[in-house]
T-cell receptor, first 116, second 119 residues
Framework: KAGVTQTPRYLIKTRGQQVTLSCSPI?????VSWYQQTPGQGLQFLFE???????NKGNFPGRFSGRQFSNSRSEMNVSTLELGDSALYLC???????????????FGPGTRLTVL | AQKITQTQPGMFVQEKEAVTLDCTYD???????LFWYKQPSSGEMIFLIY??????QNATEGRYSLNFQKARKSANLVISASQLGDSAMYFC????????????????FGTGTSLTVIP
């Protein structure tokens, strides 16, 4: 069974540009969550999508947005990039309901974004 | 208040010894799940173990066990017989709610503990 895939794996952008990251969940998983990971901050929750609807949103500015398609693939977009947006962006998918309510998240390899 | 607190930024353990990684959590929801993930230097997040708030027994998965103390709101990970391949970042996480179809699946993560296994 294929795992969670994220594209691209690496991105270099300059301040003020925008970027779109893509995530393909494991087949059958309808929940997709996005996280920003920076050194010392752990994983910061961005948003969760389920069946094309955003169910939860973290404390990030409106420059961060996302969407989910009917095939559960998800994209996140960051507009007007800032230097502080440099991070590893992780996508995770979940089968809901999962086995015995565990609903563990399966993570992709991440997209490393560098903003210059 | 932080939902998940990991107070050990770095830990060292001798190979073949056991090590405990601390995690405390904060929630008023009676139903929740606690998770531990491992992140090697390659960056991939690997699910290790799960404990539900209503589970009567501590979870175990091979060399991993979770020391769940509900009254103290702690969910420490115990790794027995440490191996060199255990060197990695370890994250504790929590999901509030029972994981049913109509509830959200937002996870709260701690800042992680970097474990180094010494040969």
């Amino acid at each position: 069974k294929a795992g969670v895939t994220q594209t691209p794996r690496y991105l270099i952008k300059t301040r003020g540009q925008q970027v779109t990251l893509s995530c393909s969940p494991i087949s059958g998983h309808r929940s997709v969550s996005w996280y920003q990971q920076t050194p010392g901050q752990g994983l910061q929750f961005l948003f969760e999508y389920f069946s094309e609807t955003q169910r939860n949103k973290g404390n990030f500015p409106g420059r961060f947005s996302g969407r989910q398609f009917s095939n559960s693939r998800s994209e996140m977009n960051v507009s007007t990039l800032e230097l502080g947006d440099s991070a590893l962006y992780l996508c995770a998918s979940t089968r809901i309901p999962g086995r015995m309510g565990v609903n563990e998240q399966f993570f992709g390899p991440g997209t490393r974004l560098t903003v210059l | 208040a932080q939902k998940i607190t990991q107070t050990q930024p770095g830990m060292f353990v001798q190979e073949k010894e056991a090590v405990t990684l601390d995690c405390t959590y904060d929630t008023s929801d009676p139903s929740y799940g606690l998770f531990w993930y491992k992140q090697p230097s390659s960056g991939e997040m690997i699910f290790l173990i799960y404990q539900g708030s209503y589970d009567q027994q501590n979870a175990t998965e091979g060399r991993y066990s979770l020391n769940f103390q509900k009254a103290r709101k702690s969910a420490n990970l115990v790794i027995s017989a440490s191996q060199l391949g255990d060197s990695a970042m370890y994250f504790c996480a929590m999901r509030e709610g029972n994981g049913a179809l109509n509830t959200g699946n937002q996870f709260y993560f701690g800042t992680g503990t970097s474990l180094t296994v010494i040969p």
